[in-house]
């Protein structure tokens, strides 16, 4: 809508540049704009500090009037460099009012007068680099942790901070490649109060939190001295170090107990507390119905495919358990267990966990959100309604 309105606009007012009963108020408004710019560019030439202390009374502070300052004089060059073009674009404008220039010669040189404008200030975002097969290469790093073929979660502490540059290769991280994370994942890990954003806090003040998490490597560049993570690997010369943590939890495990906690600060609380053994038992928010606790659980879980939307997994216990899986609980992440529906439970406050059956099952994560199946009905229906009207109108034409 607004590209359609810009180019309605500009064809209006064209339009109202050859229309010769607009020439004298126009040709007024065009010496007016100029005058007003050239005072203006003259008044933030002459008295930097002055404007320097007006913007920075209201809009920078600081640091930022700091920054202001020493970036004056590019914007002084900046607006000059503006305003020349725009007396150009005027000059050509007087002259096809006029009828001086041609309306084909004022239109190529109104597109070279933008093209370079543009130019001037995109060309210094436009990088070349090379081809894809080697900006997004392999470095050692990815190189180094694919020797672990396993599902698995890195934290890259002090290397890859930035950008998704391992996902690109399957390596999954705590910080995962979605732009708007679930907000209780980002709780769990820990958030920044004044910024809203994970600050990952809870990771550094609880080993249960980097296990429950499948948290089993971190990239760092200095030494770790910690009882629970060893040198696995290094790779740059050692100047990247991988340490592998010796606690880590697999992706789905299973437990015989649980304790239900509703109130969600007292769950993130509990989880760092020492006495609190995840691989024995999970936090839930409510009963698990009909399930009755055992500490003498002895189970294994094998998956079998992991795709972002479906889960398939093997579990085998000697008893009645509950399967714990350290991926986001969401209403629309539902599961079977040999092929017959069961209820998906929040916990550690934000994975999810089911009740299992002793014995050896097959065990089926779907992700099936009904908003999706809404929209996606509604996208078929329309889309048969407007082939139809488009068949009907062809056929009523073509009758005529």
Known sequence: IVAFSTIALSALGV??????????????GLLIALGVGLVLGLVFSAARDGMVNL?????????GAQALWQS??????????????????????????????????????????IFLELWRVDAKFIKIVSGPQEYFAKDQVVETLQKDPGLYRTWPLQVHQQGNYLSLFGVQTVGGEHPNPLRRYNEFVGT??????????????S?????????????????????????????????????????????????GSYEKISQDQEILERMKQPGFNPAKSVIVEEDLVGFVPSDEVTGRVSIDSYQPNRVIMTAETDRDGILVMSDNHYPAWQAWIDGMPVKVY???????????????????????????????????????????????????????
């Open 15 to 28: 339009e109202s540049l050859l229309d010769a009963t607009e020439k004298p108020r126009l040709t007024r």
């Open 192 to 205: 920044d109060p004044k910024r809203l954003l994970p600050d990952f806090h809870n990771l550094f003040q």
């Open 55 to 63: 913007l920075s009374g209201f809009a920078a502070k600081g640091w």
């Open 207 to 255: 080993p249960n939190y980097l296990n429950i998490l499948n948290v089993k490597y971190l990239l760092m560049q200095q030494p770790l001295n910690h009882p629970g993570f060893i040198l696995a690997d290094s790779c740059y010369q050692g100047r990247v170090r991988v340490y592998r943590n010796l606690n880590v939890l697999p992706r789905a495990w299973v437990v």
């Open 72 to 113: 004056y004089p590019e914007m002084i060059k900046g607006y000059w460099v503006s305003f020349f073009i725009l007396v150009a674009a005027v000059v050509i404008l007087l002259m096809l009012i006029n009828g001086r220039l041609p309306f084909k010669w004022w239109a190529a040189i109104t597109a070279l007068l």
């Open 346 to 400: 929040r916990a550690n406050y934000t994975f999810r966990a089911i009740t299992l059956p002793a014995g050896r099952h097959q065990v089926e994560f779907r992700y099936r959100s009904r908003y999706f199946v809404l929209g996606l009905t509604i996208s078929i229906i329309s889309a048969i309604m407007v082939l139809s009207g488009i068949i009907y109108l062809a056929i009523l034409g073509r009758d005529r």
